[in-house]
């Protein structure tokens, strides 16, 4: 039998820089979770401000109350999903 422990994932440089674009806002967020089998775990999330399909302006910034409120809703969605999930599952979403 072998026994391992899991250390951490990570996105690649080259993914990271595709997701990131010019006249977007970007929203990162992150927050300590501990899941059902006792392990905290540091969770990580990305988002990006989106271009209307009638929208006009070339740039679709966010304002910084509207970037605290995603930035609310994403480490709830987080907290929620991993909090009630064992480690083994978590890695898998």
């Given at each position: 039998?072998?026994?391992?422990?899991?250390?951490?994932?990570?996105?690649?440089?080259?993914?990271?820089?595709?997701?990131?674009?010019k006249w977007?806002?970007?929203?990162?967020?992150?927050?300590?979770?501990?899941?059902?089998?006792?392990?905290v775990v540091r969770v990580f999330c990305i988002a990006s401000t989106k271009r209307r399909a009638d929208q006009v302006k070339s740039s679709c910034y966010a304002q910084s109350a509207q970037i605290r409120k995603i930035r609310k809703k994403m480490v709830d969605i987080m907290a929620s999903e991993a909090g009630k999930v064992q480690l083994r599952e978590l890695v898998k979403k």
């Open positions: 039998n072998c026994l391992t422990d899991f250390h951490g994932m990570e996105l690649t440089r080259d993914k990271i820089c595709s997701l990131i674009k977007q806002t970007l929203i990162e967020a992150h927050v300590d979770v501990k899941t059902t089998d006792n392990y």
